[in-house]
């Protein structure tokens, strides 16, 4: 069983600039959760979507935005990037989707994005 | 004050040291209690998790939930090099579809052979 996939791993931008991350989940997992990680706030949380609308919005301005399609893969864009958007964007998915029980997280390996 | 609270380390340890991994939390509605593992250059896995309080044991890991301290932990017995990583502690209501796992930063273990 494939695990979840994130492209691409590693990427340069300049301030200013746009990024755009994809994520694959698990077959079968519907949903998909956003993270950001650096080493000063450890991962926080972005947003998480639930069969193609946004059921959850971390504390993020409105320049981190994602969607997620009818195949559940998901992607998550950044606009106008700041050098502290520096960070590992982390992708998760789960089969949840009750509102009960435990949300057991799968991560993908990350994207690595730096921004010069 | 953050929700969830977790001491970065570094910690280094003997191979075969028991060690000791802990989270406090100021959210008494956290019903979830997770603890995951992060290898350098990889995504967190999960390792356990535990519903409310209590203990629960998986192998060399055991994880404990005292919630009216609010405080859980996690011993690794008879660590091993492998087990050099970090580990982070996550936590979330029992309405876990409305609540998004909240992470703590992450505690970074080295184990010395």
Wanted: proline fraction near 4%; glycine fraction near 10%; include cysteine.
């Amino acid at each position: 069983k494939a695990g979840v996939t994130q492209t691409p791993r590693y990427l340069i931008k300049t301030r200013g600039q746009q990024v755009t991350l994809s994520c694959s989940p698990i077959s079968g997992h519907r949903s998909v959760s956003w993270y950001q990680q650096t080493p000063g706030q450890g991962l926080q949380f972005l947003f998480e979507y639930f069969s193609e609308t946004q059921r959850n919005k971390g504390n993020f301005p409105g320049r981190f935005s994602g969607r997620q399609f009818s195949n559940s893969r998901s992607e998550m864009n950044v606009s106008t990037l700041e050098l502290g958007d520096s960070a590992l964007y982390l992708c998760a998915s789960s089969s949840a989707g009750g509102s009960s029980g435990a949300n057991v997280l799968t991560f993908g390996a990350g994207s690595r994005l730096t921004v010069l | 004050q953050k929700e969830v609270e977790q001491d970065p380390g570094p910690l280094s340890v003997p191979e075969g040291a028991i060690v000791s991994l802990n989270c406090t939390y100021s959210n008494s509605a956290f019903q979830y209690f997770m603890w995951y593992r992060q290898y350098s250059r990889k995504g967190p896995e999960l390792l356990m998790y535990t519903y409310s309080s209590g203990n629960k044991e998986d192998g060399r890991f055991t994880a404990q939930v005292d919630k009216s301290s609010k405080y859980i932990s996690l011993f690794i017995r008879d660590s091993q090099p492998s087990d050099s990583a970090t580990y982070l502690c996550a936590m979330s209501g029992v309405d876990s579809g409305n609540t998004p796992l909240v992470f703590g930063k992450g505690t970074r273990l080295s184990v010395i052979a």
